[in-house]
């Protein structure tokens, strides 16, 4: 499996599969607008040798930055072709977000949408850039080809970088995690195998394509698996929907991945529809934690469990709950093949018992080994070959884990250290709360005093004061917030994740 490599894989998916369709696009209302595994062969063959004659050589840095379209697929897997390494951005960073990862990757060239172009402009004058409008893209993606079909020459190792992910860090500048060849296929081929993926599967890709969740765990397997992929180029709650229930057209689907809160939004569109999911086989839900009453409200509307799994940009996929078998709500799952895991004391590095509450540790062919020039900071991040993930958590008597809290999000409240997810878990058990986000804001008599932001379920009202006695009945009184305020929403990234940073803004702010 080491001798693997993500782009020589790939390449043999477009040759086994050739005419089948691959990528499926919305035309309006409409799914017609087709792409075998041969045309993206023939496209991306002919962008490859495009780079190679704009001078990209072996580990040159090429920023992706443009909306999800064929034109960003096209490119990744030219990128792969020629042994270079994709650097995707979110399109809707801002000028400064930009300027820090601009600067940060060294990159070569930029691949950039019209709403980018200026941003870079402004930000790297000299930085060669190639505008795509994906508004445009065709069955011959024009802006990125040459005449020349003929796949390029370039030799590829399994430990050659193929992609740098920034980390959605909440502190300090994002980091990039470098993930190989080895890093990616090791990866992929263990999703497929654990989902039983295949060429009989069809995926509703409504994910972006700038994170792992979407490019690695969803495009990435269902390329190399055969599979068709039905590509919505945002979210849009009703479009999924249709998709999903759509037994009329050719294109039947039958694997759907998500975040929590974009199952929020399609259980809010179905409340009180039938719709038939009966053909989908797997449903899967991760980036985010999924509460346990969205587990069942999930399972209800969907008839079925979903999985819930976890993963990181660093990492790739770590754990899953199984497909067959049973399914913990609020558990990550167990581990996937090949990935050793351990659970330590923080502190001194010992392995805790299990049921107890440590740090998780990993080791795995998917893990990096280093972030991008931050030599510091890879140093911090593994001990003796375990990769440090941040995460506190514990494993249960038949070996399911589970997530409590990031050690970074530990409240240390009068020299005692309160864990966040403890206090949202009561929080989130009141009748009329949809859910919350408990952080520690400075106070000079405690270090830091305890205060909740919580959203209520639509039409509900609640109380500041109640969800604080509410809290008392539960918790010592040194866990419960001193202070409540009720929002509409909480802030999140892209993939659903709570902006603890952000949270704490709301409190100067209110």
Known sequence: ???????????????????????????????????????????????????????????????????KSLSFIIAYLAILKINAISVPLNPEYTKNELKYLVQDSQAKIAIVGPEQSFLFKQISPDLPTIEIDPKADNKNTAHLQTNITDPPTINVEPEDPALIIYTSGTTGNPKGAVLTHKNLIYDALNIIDIWSISHTDILCHALPLFHVHGLCFALNTALLAGSEIIMLNIFNAEKVVST??????????????????????????????????????????????????????????????????????????????????????????????????KIVNPKNFGEVNPGEIGEIWLKSPSIIKAYWRKPKETTDTFVNGWFRTGDLGYVDEEGYYFLTDRIKHIIISGGENISPKEVENVINTIESVFESSVVGIFNETWGEKIVAAVVPLPDKKLNPDKVISYCKLYLHPWKCPKQVIITDKLPRNTMGKILKEEVKILFNNP
Do not use: W
Request: charged letters at 25%.
């Open 1 to 67: 499996m080491f001798k693997m490599t993500l782009k020589n894989k790939i390449v043999e998916s477009f040759s086994r599969y050739n005419d089948k369709t691959a990528l499926n696009f919305y035309n309006g209302d409409r799914l017609h607008k087709k792409f075998s595994f041969i045309d993206l062969d023939m496209d991306s063959n002919r962008a490859a040798n495009l780079f190679l004659d704009m001078g990209i050589e072996k580990g040159d840095r090429i920023i992706l930055c443009l909306p």
């Open 244 to 341: 999903l229930s759509n037994k009329h057209d050719h294109s039947i689907c039958t694997i759907f991945m998500a975040v929590p809160a974009m199952y929020g939004k399609l259980l809010g569109l179905m409340k009180g529809k039938n719709f038939d999911f009966g053909h989908l086989r797997l449903i899967t839900s991760g980036s985010a934690p999924l509460l346990p009453k969205d587990f069942e409200r999930i399972t209800k509307a969907f008839g079925q469990e979903p999985v819930e799994r976890e993963g990181m940009s660093e990492t790739g996929m770590n754990f899953s709950n199984p497909i067959k078998g049973k399914k913990k709500p609020g558990s990550i799952g167990v581990p996937l093949p090949g990935l050793q895991v």
